[in-house]
């Protein structure tokens, strides 16, 4: 066996690189996955185009792998050789480049990865992994939302979440979790992505283009009764977030949560917070998410792997190209690089 990856090889540098990798070996408690599939994030880019966030050069990048598992390493009991699996790359947070996602061969953590189903493909599994982790961490961490934890059977509750975003990865996670979390769901999207997030299970779906959203979401959540727990504004940009904000004035404040730090003043009564998906990874949330169940719902079909994969082919070779297309925008889909 050998390894290459897609470097990073100093701030800013563009494209990236291909070059030879070292054939790392896992640690105890984690796995070494060969990948099958990578998906793209705009951190990604953001990360190669504005130098931020790296520490140390040259670096892997990427968070979302699907593939086997070559070897696992001291104290793994819930994983085996063979197993096919999603995972969540962890480099953003180590800094070492065996932790990134977008070589041949990466290092995950086995609290951060979850068998899929023999029916589910890998390009389509790997859209979930750092989509699930950002999500959990807005949900349940209890500096953000802190709902309960998401089940198979959970009951509905009177509580009423808002997702901004409904149609994106993060969005459409957020969107089943919160179900799952026994919460009625209401999303905006784009008109032509209202089937999408109404499939995922919100109630409601909202086209956030439109003039009078913020009254006729408004008026939605005082019909519906119950507790409005806040919005998950999946987008986090400066309109998202003061739309968000002029929302929650009209319904007597609340909380925002952002897979951004907000960059706007929010209006006095509205709390909004930015997540961090890092700080679940092996605490009580990761562990009754990835731990439990998220294995569970992927096998059951309750938790359901979209938006759908936008598949570029060519591996490591098109990484620079999928970035270069992520950058550019996507509706309802993740790009996905495959060999």
Known sequence: MSN??????????NPLKVDEAEMWKPAEGEILV????????PVDWKIQDHGVFIQKYP???GTDVAGSIAAVGQGVTNFKQGQRVMGWAFSLATGEPRDGALQLY?????????PIPDSMSFERAVVLPLAVSTAAAGLYLKDHLGLPYPGKETKKSNKTILVWGGSSSVGATVIQLA????????????????????????EKAFDYTQKGVVDEIVQAVKEGGGEFVGIYDAIALKDSFTTSGEILKKLGGGHVVGTLPPDVEFPEGVKCSGVFATKISGDAVGDAVWGKYVPEALESGQLKAKPDPIIIKGGLEKMQEAFDRQK?????GKIVVVP
């Open 4 to 13: 290459q990856a897609a470097w990073l090889t100093e701030a800013k540098a």
């Open 34 to 41: 060969k990948n099958e599939a990578w998906a793209i994030n």
């Open 59 to 61: 670096i892997v990048l």
């Open 106 to 114: 990466s290092i995950i953590k086995a609290r951060n990865a979850s």
């Open 179 to 202: 179900r799952a979390s026994g919460l009625t769901v209401y999303a905006t999207a784009s008109a032509r992505n209202h089937a999408l997030v109404k499939e995922l299970g919100a």
């Open 328 to 332: 550019q925008g996507v509706s309802a």
